[in-house]
């Protein structure tokens, strides 16, 4: 959509306000690729876990995942704004 946007616009302002969304986009994209590897990287301890203890891993209380859960709200919460904000620069623009 970015691309399409820039085809038809070739002003300072536009080119300004594209840029920063491309850099918020990437950086977007880093933090939900980070994500991604600890959510593997817990669910790979998990697994190990479970085949470690197969007769009693049933038993076992694993503790909330409080911090991941709250990097996850915080990414939605940021990418949310972010959104919103490019969609009302698309919309001026288009």
């Known amino acids: 959509m970015l691309d399409d946007l820039a085809k038809r616009n070739n002003g300072d302002e536009f080119h300004k306000s594209a840029s920063h969304f491309q850099n918020q986009l990437i950086i977007h994209k880093e933090q939900l690729d980070i994500l991604k590897h600890n959510i593997r990287v817990h669910e790979d301890f998990l697994v190990g876990e479970a085949q470690k203890e197969a007769n009693t891993i049933h ?17 939605e919460k940021l990418f949310g704004e972010m959104k919103a904000e490019f969609l009302e620069f698309a919309g001026k623009w288009s």
């Open 59 to 75: 038993r076992r209380l694993f503790g909330d995942h409080a911090d991941e859960r709250d990097k996850l709200e915080t990414f």
